[in-house]
């Protein structure tokens, strides 16, 4: 559900276990904000980057490298969550060659690409995809995650960043 909350930020989500609300999101005017809430984060724990190339985008949503977080990481292509082993696998090496060590904080990640260049009837369960150009994928998630990184190395402040986060066109 927090997935799910995620990637529908203008929708609100509450969830109740054995009549006990477990968490509620309210609906929010951007995926920055729902990623803050989310990840119960302050808006300078958090940076994001976007890097784009022949169609596709991506933006990474990613927290400070000198805390902790107990949030969720989410993947979307398209809009659509997936869970896919070459996408988790470039997000861990790009932190562990940027950072080194390993990472166990959440990482956002929003792929944008025309449809045509994804396949996702790779799984019954649709969540494995296969994309067309996977050398850009890995480089563009490569881009964007560093990118996010170096705003947290250059010290920029919470001053410096947009009140609100534009949202990448879906084509």
């Known amino acids: 559900i927090q997935k799910f909350a995620v990637i529908s930020y203008e929708t609100a989500f509450s969830f109740y276990h054995n009549g006990k609300m477990v968490f509620s999101y309210p609906s929010l005017p951007d995926r920055f904000s729902r990623v803050l809430h989310v990840w119960k984060a302050s808006k300078e724990d958090v940076r994001t980057a976007s890097s784009s190339k022949e169609g596709v985008s991506v933006t990474a949503f990613v927290p400070s490298p000198f805390a902790s977080f107990p949030g969720i990481s989410v993947v979307s292509v398209n809009g659509r969550i997936v869970s896919d082993r070459f996408i988790n696998s470039v997000i861990y090496r790009v932190f562990r060659e ?68 534009p949202e990448p066109e879906i084509r």
């Open 98 to 165: 940027t950072i080194g060590g390993e990472f166990k904080s959440p990482v956002v990640l929003d792929i944008i690409t025309d449809p045509g260049e994804v396949d996702i009837n790779v799984h019954p369960s649709k969540m494995e995809v296969r994309f067309h150009k996977p050398q850009i994928i890995l480089e563009l998630i490569k881009s964007s995650i560093a990118g996010a990184l170096h705003l947290f190395r250059e010290g920029i402040r919470e001053k410096d960043i947009p009140a609100t986060y």
